[in-house]
């Protein structure tokens, strides 16, 4: 047995056979979608620093700039908010469904539903088409914030609020979740924050989204796969983490106690570290500038003090390590002040991030291959079948 454990054991020694868990630090394709440079911390969308982004762009302008390439003319934009102005309403069998889900349930998993019965709606499978392309991205960009919206409503015993088609994009997901129209300055910062979650290089949920496309399934699978990868607390469900942490820190003063906890028992600290980034995520940097002008002028988080003193400690202590806040630190801070629950914060993120899988998706389609990967085999080699009345015991005993 001991013999046998040893060969197991250099099997998975990855300086023998090249394993490398997570594929981290491996290239599986090619894209010309997301840059990042994690010793500088910058990040750039098809070349446009993100900075430049969050501070001219809107979210559906950055949308188009991430699918098709290049930033809309005049009309081209013109044209696509129109279109996704006009199919923001979802099917009443849509609704219907989310009045069967239980009101205890998490607002991703009913997402993941919603966005696969999209393909039972929409089920010609015609990605060679231009148009059907084009077709698919709008629906998804325009239905998935009012499935986040409608079911917010639906699981409180509610109606859900139909679209408005004098709001834009992002005071209208506002409008359709708070029920009142919202103030013009929180509308504006929960569009940069849109821009700021729509794409990540070849992150969990995009790889996720390629991975599916790669099978040429439609669109709308590849976006249920993504958003099911995107639920996991080790991904977008991280900023969820991060308010309970700084709740449980309850005062600045605090924070260097729990971090002396933290590790000495080498619990992960909440919003902190990228396998990306060796220095402060640039979208936490922004995402710290919006939580502070929402501050301003509507009143500071009492949470945002503990954050800053966590920050300090942290960085101080860990970054040495490489170790910074990153885009979850202080988006769910933004989000609070919105107005936004805390178990939607990861589908307010899946709602941007669309943006970045349809641009994967697209390019995925451009230059075709089904992924495969290998892997090391560590079981038994071979064993010889018994009867179950000759086993007496277990095979392992």
């Not at 054991?9 to 394709?29: A, F, K, M, W, Y």
């Not at 990040?43 to 001219?56: C, E, F, N, T, V």
């Not at 077709?135 to 919206?149: C, E, H, Q, S």
């Not at 630190?329 to 589908?347: A, H, Q």
Request: hydrophobic share 40%; aromatic share 10%.
């Amino acid at each position: 047995m001991l013999a046998e454990q040893k060969t197991i054991d250099q099997h998975l020694d990855p300086i023998t056979i090249g394993l490398r868990p997570g594929l981290e630090g491996v290239p599986v394709t090619q894209s010309a979608i997301c840059d990042i440079d994690g010793i500088k911390g910058e990040l750039k969308y098809r070349g446009y620093p993100i900075a430049d982004l969050a501070a001219q762009s809107s979210f559906l302008e950055t949308t188009y700039l991430l699918i098709w390439g290049n930033l809309p003319s005049p009309q081209q934009l013109r044209d696509f908010e129109r279109e996704v102005q006009m199919h923001r309403r979802v099917s009443f069998r849509v609704r219907d469904m989310m009045k069967c889900f239980p009101a205890s349930g998490h607002p991703m998993d009913a997402l993941q539903s919603c966005a696969a019965s999209l393909g039972l709606f929409y089920s010609r499978r015609a990605i060679d088409n231009p148009q059907y392309v084009y077709d698919a991205v709008v629906r998804l960009i325009a239905k998935i914030p009012t499935m986040v919206a409608a079911f917010q409503l639906i699981r409180k015993g509610q109606d859900p609020i139909q679209p408005r088609d004098d709001l834009a994009y992002s005071a209208n997901f506002l409008y359709m979740l708070t029920e009142r129209e919202p103030d013009p300055l929180s509308a504006r910062i929960f569009d940069r924050c849109l821009i700021l979650h729509a794409e990540h290089s070849l992150n969990a949920s995009t790889f996720s989204a390629r991975v599916t496309a790669s099978t040429l399934t439609d669109p709308y699978a590849v976006v249920a796969s993504a958003v099911g990868t995107l639920a996991g607390p080790l991904h977008g469900g991280a900023n969820e983490d991060v308010i309970k942490m700084l709740e449980d820190i309850r005062l600045p003063e605090n924070s260097s106690s729990y971090l002396d906890k933290a590790i000495a028992h080498k619990q992960k600290i909440m919003g902190f570290g990228h396998r990306e980034y060796k220095v402060k995520d640039p979208r936490a940097s922004i995402l710290q500038g919006l939580a502070e002008e929402l501050f301003a002028r509507f009143g500071k988080d009492e949470m945002y003090d503990v954050a800053r003193a966590l920050e300090k400690e942290a960085s101080n202590r860990l970054g040495a390590k490489g170790i910074y806040p990153n885009v979850d630190f202080y988006s769910g801070l933004v989000y609070r002040k919105l107005g936004i629950p805390r178990d939607l914060f990861t589908p307010v993120f899946a709602i941007s991030r669309v943006a970045g899988w349809l641009a994967h998706w697209r390019e995925q389609l451009g230059a075709n291959r089904i992924f495969r990967p290998s892997q090391i085999y560590t079981g038994v080699k071979t064993r010889k079948w018994k009867p179950a009345e000759e086993r007496s015991t277990p095979e392992n005993s």
